[in-house]
C-alpha cells in the first residue's frame, strides 16, 4: 500500500480491528519512509451482475445505488447512517445468496421495502423512478394506496 503523503511503497499495518459488522476490517498503516499515519479498510468484494429490465447486464455500483437513494432522502429525516446500514447488510444478502446475476427487480423491491419503513416521502420519490410512473395519475394511486396500507394499520 503506498503512502498518501510521500508515495513510497513502504508502509506496514500497525494495527487491525474488525469493524461492528464483521465483514469489514480497519487497518492503521505507517509509512517506513515519513512515519505519516493512515488508515485502510477491506471489505468482502461484491462481484456480481445487476441485469436491468431491458435485460443489459452492468456490474454492481455501490455507489450508484447509494446516489439513488440519496436523492429519494434528500431533505427528509433519514441519516446516513442508515442508508449505508441498509446497502451494507443488502450486499451480505446479495453475497449470501451466491448468485453472479441478480435482477435489478430484487435491488429495487429491497430499496423500496425499507423506504417504504423509513418514510412514505422517500418512497414515492424512489419509486416514482423506479416504477417510471407515467403520469400524475400514477402519483395518486400510489399516494392513496399508501394512505389506506397507513389507514388500516391504525
Request: a positive charge.
Amino acid at each position: 500500500m503506498k503512502c498518501p503523503k510521500c508515495k513510497q511503497s513502504d508502509t506496514k499495518v500497525i494495527d487491525s480491528r474488525i469493524i461492528e459488522d464483521g465483514f469489514t476490517i480497519r487497518r492503521r498503516r505507517e509509512c517506513a519512509n515519513c512515519g505519516y499515519r493512515f488508515t485502510t479498510y477491506e471489505k468482502i468484494e461484491l462481484n456480481v451482475m445487476i441485469v436491468k429490465k431491458d435485460g443489459r447486464r452492468e456490474p454492481y455500483n455501490r455507489e450508484k445505488l447509494l446516489a439513488g437513494i440519496r436523492k429519494a432522502c434528500h431533505k427528509r429525516p433519514i441519516s446516513e447512517h442508515l442508508i449505508k446500514k441498509f446497502i451494507d447488510e443488502l450486499e451480505l444478502d446479495l453475497i449470501q445468496k451466491g448468485e453472479k446475476e441478480i435482477p435489478s427487480s430484487y435491488i429495487g423491491e429491497k430499496v423500496m421495502s425499507a423506504l417504504k419503513e423509513w418514510d412514505k416521502v422517500a418512497y414515492i420519490r424512489f419509486a416514482s423512478v423506479y416504477k417510471e410512473f407515467k403520469g400524475v395519475d400514477e402519483f395518486i394511486l400510489q399516494i392513496k394506496e399508501l394512505g389506506d396500507e397507513s389507514g388500516s394499520k391504525e
